[in-house]
């Protein structure tokens, strides 16, 4: 009785043991827009926080000294088609904020997670060319009006300056509830 050998795929002439089944495997076929799509969906599930903005059409000049810019502030940029952003936003929670975008937009978030950020040094250093829409944070959309008065984009600064105030609205009242009493 002769006993079968196993069969090795990197031997030549080493013969299989059993059938071999060849796995056929359909590619999808991406065109543009449907890529576009698909990465704007998934830039908008994973980024917590990006600024939305309306740019102007560039020369090659300008859009290099822009990026430049953008570099040395260490912060991204993600610049999807029109329609396709529109298509996004309307088939979303963000249904009522689409009709906000009227021209090129550009979504520029940080490199880094621990980067502290002004507010108002990105909008001036990109106000020739760009002008902010929003701020998407913790899945809210916060327009510009809602923003006027926030200087630093800082978490811990926030909740710092927070403190401060509850600290001292604390104090106030207890001295004023303090205050009663001994009037009493």
Known sequence: M???AAHNGFVVGSNPAGPIYILTIFLMDFNLKDYQIMKLKKYFKNSDFFFLFHSAKLNLAKWTNTEQNLK?????????????????????IYKNFSSTIGGFVLFINSNYKTVELNLQSIVKTLKPSFALISIKLNNK?????????????S??????????????????????TNNKKISK
């Not at 040395?72 to 979303?92: A, G």
């Not at 959309?141 to 984009?153: A, E, F, P, V």
């Open 72 to 92: 040395k502030l260490k912060l991204n940029y993600y610049k999807p088609l029109n329609k396709v952003t529109v298509k996004i936003l309307n088939d979303s």
């Open 2 to 4: 002769v006993e079968r």
């Open 155 to 176: 978490y811990k600064k926030n909740v710092l300056n927070l403190h401060k105030v509850l600290d001292k609205h604390l104090k106030t009242s207890y001295l004023l």
């Open 141 to 153: 959309i916060y327009s510009t009006s809602q923003l006027k008065g926030m200087k630093d984009l």
